[in-house]
């Protein structure tokens, strides 16, 4: 379903652990995307990547990391230094060259305890 | 860097009626504006697009407007329907060079009432 795969759907963890959600898309995709969701806040902008060892911040940055060693993958860490990590998080990705569409994963729902 | 702004956050119409979303951005560099529609529970989902070369697209029901002077963009809804019921993002985008990234708007939760 869209060729955009995010695990897994739910997670729960301490708080102060770091942990890693997974995106993997296999449409041949430069571009990839971290968004975290929150009720009102819409779809803010983590992390993004437009190429293969390259990625720039987001809006809201702080307290995650991210890695793209390869094209179809775009791991996201929330690091114990997120002082709020409970959200819905959504990956995506869009071919970069040309203004097209971005697919979206399914999303993974965090919860810090 | 870009910073959308959509209006309103709720709307409510009647069945058959037309509804309107606006959205204004603020990098004039800004050249692709699309629009995802959110189902409960579901990913967003693209239902319409604009590039920076043209001003109105129209799909169906569904079409947008965009007005780069004033940097603002407007999704219109026309005969609207119960399965219309939704949240609908707006975003604005740069690309070009090593450029790129998608910054939406913070949704506006349409209800269609039968």
């Known amino acids: 379903d869209g060729g955009i795969t995010q695990s897994p759907k739910y997670l729960f963890r301490k708080e102060g652990q770091n942990v890693t959600l997974s995106c993997e898309q296999n449409?041949?995709?430069?571009?990839m995307y971290w968004y975290r969701q929150d009720p009102g806040q819409g779809l803010r902008l983590i992390y993004y990547s437009q190429i293969v060892n390259d990625f720039q911040k987001g809006d809201i940055a702080e307290g995650y990391s991210v890695s793209r060693e390869k094209k179809e993958s775009f791991p996201l860490t929330v690091t114990s230094a997120q002082k709020n990590p409970t959200a819905f998080y959504l990956c995506a990705s869009s071919f970069s060259s040309a203004n097209t569409e971005a697919f979206f994963g399914q999303g993974t729902r965090l919860t810090v305890v | 860097g870009e910073n959308v702004e959509q209006h309103p956050s709720t709307l409510s119409v009647q069945e058959g009626d037309s509804a309107v979303i606006k959205c204004t951005y603020s990098?004039?560099?800004?050249?692709?504006f699309p629009w995802y529609k959110q189902e409960l529970g579901k990913r967003p989902q693209l239902i319409i697009d604009i590039r920076s070369n043209v001003g109105e697209k129209k799909d169906q029901r569904i079409a947008v407007t965009l007005n780069k002077t004033a940097k603002h963009f407007s999704l219109h809804i026309t005969e609207t329907q119960p399965e219309d019921s939704a949240v609908y993002f707006c975003a604005a985008s740069k690309y070009g060079g090593s450029q790129g990234n998608l910054i939406f708007g913070k949704g506006t939760k349409l209800s269609v009432k039968p």
């Open positions: 449409l041949n995709h430069d571009a």
């Open positions: 990098d004039s560099a800004s050249n692709y």
